[in-house]
């Protein structure tokens, strides 16, 4: 899992604080599930162009992902998370930046991962990260999420910062708004009230949408 702005500035602080602890709990891709592994593999070698790994995180996505041939580069708001992913992989290029304003042209991404980035953040600010990620990708493009899901929205303790659960029927609306078209909405079991769940979407074709 990983994490990106928009979040508060507590949170990326408390991120940065335990920014080594965090990667060697859950910051590397020996940690994830061979589900998720499978997801994210086929999806990204769907996907023609570059990809921004928005939320990043220490790097292991990134990383593991350009290894496959992939061209990708990763991007996170905390600077402690940046540092060590250039330090561990040298070789893949990773820089600060913002959900809400990635630094690149328009319609110049084949897609977007957005791998439980967006925990931490309110549904406003979900909303204006996915309007950004629409005018990034070029129509075509793809995206695809990760996220703590549950029946209802609301927000838990999480062991850094206050996360949210999206159900998926509230999460999907607000992907469609920002000009994406879901191809693919699924959830399965988590640990106890962490269920897992992920969307895939299209950018529509209008590059002037939404």
């Known amino acids: 899992m990983t994490t990106i702005i928009p979040m508060t500035t507590p949170a990326i602080s408390a991120y940065g604080s335990r920014a080594e602890e965090y990667t060697e709990a859950v910051g590397h891709i020996d940690h994830v ?5 499978e997801l994210v593999s086929a999806w990204a070698q769907s996907v023609d162009g570059p990809i921004l790994d928005v939320g990043c995180g220490p790097g292991q996505w990134t990383h593991w992902l350009h ?3 992939v061209d990708i580069a990763g991007v996170d708001p905390v600077s402690e998370f940046i540092d060590l992913a250039r330090q561990t992989y040298p070789d893949v290029p990773y820089r600060l930046g913002r959900a809400e304003e990635l630094d690149v042209p328009t319609a110049s ?8 980035s967006l925990i931490h953040s309110t549904p406003t600010d979900v909303a204006a990260a996915l309007r950004e990620f629409s005018r990034c ?6 995206l695809l999420l990760g996220f703590f899901t549950a029946a209802e929205h609301g927000t838990f303790g999480h062991a850094v910062a206050t ?12 992907v469609e708004d920002a000009g994406f078209t879901v191809t693919h909405a699924a959830t399965r079991p988590g640990r106890p ?9 299209v950018r529509k074709s209008d590059a002037t949408s939404p």
């Open 33 to 37: 599930e061979n589900a998720d592994l």
């Open 67 to 69: 290894d496959q041939g």
């Open 109 to 116: 991404l084949g897609g977007v991962l957005a791998w439980y």
């Open 163 to 174: 996360a949210y659960y999206w159900p998926l029927t509230s999460l999907m609306p607000l």
């Open 193 to 201: 009230e962490r269920a897992h769940g992920e969307i895939i979407a």
């Open 137 to 142: 990708v070029r129509p075509g493009g793809g």
